[in-house]
């Protein structure tokens, strides 16, 4: 089955600094990977997804880019602000059949001080 | 509009007792999901429910299982309690489970076995 690996396990930048999150996976017939941010205490959110046929796409300050070839994608998040502190989790998929399930990441824990 | 709801919010139980966590969606969705998640391992599908009438098994499904009572209520059960079930659990659902289909998570349920 799938595998994704993600690193860094914890990340601290200063305000106004980028964090970048990446995540490599195993199966290379995945073809979705989206991005979940967990703040404390609630379930993970999506954030950003990518599709395979797409290298990078853009919202506002995140970003995530995927290089199939290398099997890897990141998450870019420029100018971070203290709410951007939270768990993030990437994720794969790819259609079995009918259904298309999730395998995450071990998450990042991302902080953001003043 | 309360999106995913789950009961109860922590709960402790002594090994070998047995418990049922309640997860209800007001989205109309078809698809619903559990998953566990431990420190450092991210987020483990137990079971999941494509449509109203099927479930199966995910990719920790041993010690649990789970009914999808309606459209919008899947519950999960542990028959015998054990420590290593303690975690965080999650559920989510989705509008179908094709490729891209976003996931909607409820806020989890922290469960302690002692």
């Known amino acids: 089955g799938e595998n994704v690996e993600q690193h860094p396990s914890t990340l601290s930048v200063q305000e106004g600094d980028s964090a970048v999150i990446k995540c490599t996976y195993s199966?290379?017939?995945?073809?979705?990977f989206p991005w979940y941010k967990q703040e404390l205490g609630k379930g993970p959110q999506l954030i950003i997804d990518?599709?395979?046929?797409?290298g990078e796409k853009k919202d506002q300050r995140i970003a995530v880019t995927l290089n199939k070839t290398a099997k890897h994608f990141s998450l870019h998040i420029t100018e971070t602000q203290p709410e951007d502190s939270a768990v993030y989790f990437c994720?794969?998929?790819?259609?079995?059949?009918?259904?298309?399930?999730?395998?995450f990441g071990t998450g990042t824990r991302l902080q953001v001080t003043l | 509009n309360a999106g995913v709801t789950q009961t109860p919010k922590f709960q402790v139980l002594k090994t070998g007792q047995s418990m049922t966590l309640q997860c209800a969606q007001d989205?109309?969705?078809?698809?619903m999901y559990w998953y566990r998640q431990d420190p450092g391992m991210g987020l483990r599908l137990i079971y999941y429910?494509?449509?109203?009438?099927?479930?199966d098994k995910g990719e920790v499904p041993n010690g649990y299982n789970v009914s999808r009572l309606n459209k919008r209520e899947f519950s999960l059960r542990l028959e015998s309690a054990a420590p290593s079930q303690t975690s965080v659990y999650f559920c989510?659902?989705?509008?179908?489970?094709?490729?891209?289909?976003?996931?909607?998570f409820g806020p989890g349920t922290r469960l302690l076995v002692l």
């Open positions: 989510a659902s989705s509008e179908l489970m094709g490729i891209g289909e976003t996931q909607y």
């Open positions: 199966d290379s017939a995945s073809n979705y």
């Open positions: 990518i599709r395979s046929n797409v």
């Open positions: 994720a794969a998929s790819r259609l079995a059949g009918t259904a298309s399930k999730l395998t």
């Open positions: 989205m109309n969705h078809n698809s």
């Open positions: 429910s494509a449509s109203e009438g099927t479930t």
